[in-house]
């Protein structure tokens, strides 16, 4: 019986290894190959040969690090804020009754029924100089003249990422709060824990799983985005998806951008290890996390 059973879920793994392998595997290979071709940038070809001019150019090129450095940044600083945010919203919502929950979950999911660029266009609306605040803080006399760094900085990026990426942050927190046993946080109550103690040595760690996947989620996500930097950010707003973007297009520089999005791929994936590293730092969380995987 136990050898079906382990027979059947081996077997159940295969359609889910194809799927990463054709998924990912795949087109990792792809870039790898095309990363040593060279260009023929006359007739707009590639040319299957080995050459290190690709990686030769990343290497030296202290643009191209900068860029990753940014998506890096900007990933992480999104992912630090919507935790902040996120947490205790996540909290209130798993405490909630069962009504407050189904209307929590519309509010929270209602702007992601709006297009990325509509929600883009309507926050220049609000910031931009002649937007709501604008209006609001001339009308008040709080300033007396429109203030510009509401717009077009990395102020407005870094807001408008948090914003948009908060409920993926929210709902990965709730799921892990909801599964919470109260009943061990008013035992460390009834022990003599302080609220504040109960909520690091048991809510916290319990609720980590949640924290981490919010976490990986919404670096990833904040940390490839390349519409809200480049609409919302003004100057600042080049990012190392939009320069890949240009170089497979109007470039057709092939060999150049699979060797910068590998690069990219590889800082996003040390930094994702980096913050799941600190993530088990919290006191309990990595019991929480290994009991988990057994």
Known sequence: MIGRLAFGR?????????????????????????????VDFDAFQLIPAVSPRAWSELLNGWS??????????????????????????????ANSPLKWKGIGTIVLLTPLYTGEIVRIYAWRIVLGAEGLI???????????????????????????????????????????AEMVDRRLIEAARDLGARPIDAFFKVTLPLTTPGLAAGVFAVFALAAGEM????????????????????????????PLASALALALLAALFLTALLLGFALTRFKGARAVLQRGRT
Do not use: R
Not at 158 to 164: A, F, H, I, K, R
Not at 238 to 250: E, K, R, V, Y
């Open 227 to 254: 519409l809200t930097p480049s609409l919302l950010g003004g100057v600042s707003g080049q990012t190392a998806m939009a320069m890949i973007d240009n170089l497979f297009g109007t470039a057709f520089d092939w």
């Open 10 to 38: 081996a077997h159940l793994a295969i359609p889910v290894t194809v799927v990463l392998a054709l998924g990912c595997v795949v087109p990792l290979g792809v870039l790898v190959v095309f990363s040593v071709f060279e």
């Open 134 to 176: 604008n209006t609001l803080l001339l009308d008040l006399h709080v300033v007396a003249q429109p203030v510009k760094w509401l717009l077009f900085t990395p102020f407005t990026t870094g807001l408008v990422l948090t914003y948009n990426n908060l409920p993926y942050m929210v709902l990965a927190i709730w799921v892990s």
């Open 64 to 93: 191209f690090w900068v860029l990753i450095g940014k998506a890096v940044l900007s990933g992480a600083t999104a992912a630090l804020f919507t935790a902040i945010l996120g947490y205790p919203i996540a909290l209130a919502l």
